[in-house]
């Protein structure tokens, strides 16, 4: 994994777990709005709106950087529509960020699987 790709695929990660946050955030305040006097749904909503905005535009640049299969870029997305699914996409994402890192050093030292 070139730097690159790298630092797309870490992008994408680290606005996953604040996207996922903001959206339960968003569905807590709707709930309140509904129960309670209190209304934080349309600043709730303006901030999860952002963060989705970039978490999709940080996807696309990692599918085009890293040459993701169509199914592992819905699978992103998918995740990213889900209340609690950016937690799992930043994992997974993490994971692929170290193989990726891994790999470029074995390449770079000569290591091939045996």
Do not use: Q
């Amino acid at each position: 994994m070139d730097i690159k790709t790298a630092t797309a695929v870490r992008r994408l990660r680290l606005v996953s777990v604040p996207e996922a946050v903001s959206f339960l955030l968003l569905l807590v305040c709707s709930v309140l709005k509904r129960t309670t006097e209190f209304n934080a749904v349309p600043v709730m909503g303006a901030i999860h709106g952002v963060l989705f905005v970039l978490y999709v535009l940080f996807l696309l640049d990692a599918w085009n950087k890293a040459k993701w299969s169509v199914k592992t870029t819905a699978l992103y997305f998918v995740l990213s529509v889900l209340p609690a699914g950016g937690f799992f996409a930043e994992r997974k994402l993490k994971r692929e960020v170290e193989n990726g890192v891994i790999a470029a050093r074995a390449r770079r030292e000569g290591v091939v699987n045996a």
